[in-house]
Nanobody, 119 residues
């Protein structure tokens, strides 16, 4: 069983920074693409950033140049450094692990952590 536990959310002023972390239990960390998604009130969940085991990254256009995703394979963690935060970044942020097992796509989600950007 894989568990993803996020931490690091909170309240920050516009222009500020936060760092989210996701600790993954289980043995899939090294083979899974790890990612961060977010869901704002009344909106669908959307991709923020993903990072493959090989190091390829993908970012939403809205966060490019401000957010950086990274992973530490020794600690089974994936982090999201968020700089120059804007009120529109306010959302619940979810950690995601995504891999192929037996030809089928398997996904795991964390419980989410709230990020609020407000003055």
């Amino acid at each position: 069983q894989v568990q993803l536990v996020e931490s690091g959310g909170g309240l920050v002023q516009p222009g500020g920074s936060l760092r989210l972390s996701c600790a993954a239990s289980g043995t899939i960390f090294r083979i899974a693409a790890m990612g961060w998604y977010r869901q704002a009130p009344g909106k669908q969940r959307e991709l923020v950033a993903t990072l493959t085991p090989g190091g390829s990254t993908n970012y939403a256009d809205s966060v490019k140049g401000r957010f950086t995703i990274s992973r530490d394979n020794a600690k089974n963690t994936v982090s999201l450094q968020m700089n120059s935060l804007k009120p529109e970044d306010t959302a619940v942020y979810y950690c995601n692990a995504d891999y192929i097992r037996g030809g089928n796509r398997v996904e795991y989600w964390g419980q989410g952590t709230q990020v609020t950007v407000s003055s």
